[in-house]
């Protein structure tokens, strides 16, 4: 199953359970009827938060290689020496 079929998924629960919530099959009272009319924005909020945290936290993580930026420095001199060597210019 790919991502997109998962979030479709959880996203076509989510909005089952929040219609089935504003039938008012089950009674709620008005000021519990107003957070559940703002739920996809607390949600909305929520992940905005989350992705915020998520990216910050992988950037502050990142792990840096010396060794593959050494590389891939002596692969670009390769590829310089042998394309010099076939008339381009650098």
């Given amino acids: 199953m790919t991502k997109l079929m998962e979030w479709?998924?959880?996203?076509?629960?989510?909005?089952a359970v929040y219609?089935?919530?504003?039938?008012g099959e089950p009674k709620f009272s008005e000021e519990m009827m107003i957070h559940i009319?703002?739920?996809p924005i607390y949600l909305i909020g929520m992940f905005g938060g989350y992705s915020a945290?998520?990216?910050?936290y992988r950037v502050f993580t990142f792990n840096d290689c010396p060794e593959a930026?050494?590389?891939i420095q002596k692969q670009i001199?390769?590829?310089k020496a042998d394309l010099s060597s076939k008339g381009f210019k650098f």
Avoid: D, P, R
């Fill in 19 to 23: 219609v089935y919530l504003l039938t």
């Fill in 69 to 71: 930026g050494e590389e």
């Fill in 8 to 15: 479709l998924g959880v996203l076509i629960g989510f909005l």
């Fill in 37 to 39: 009319k703002f739920l």
């Fill in 53 to 56: 945290y998520t990216l910050l």
């Fill in 77 to 79: 001199e390769e590829a």
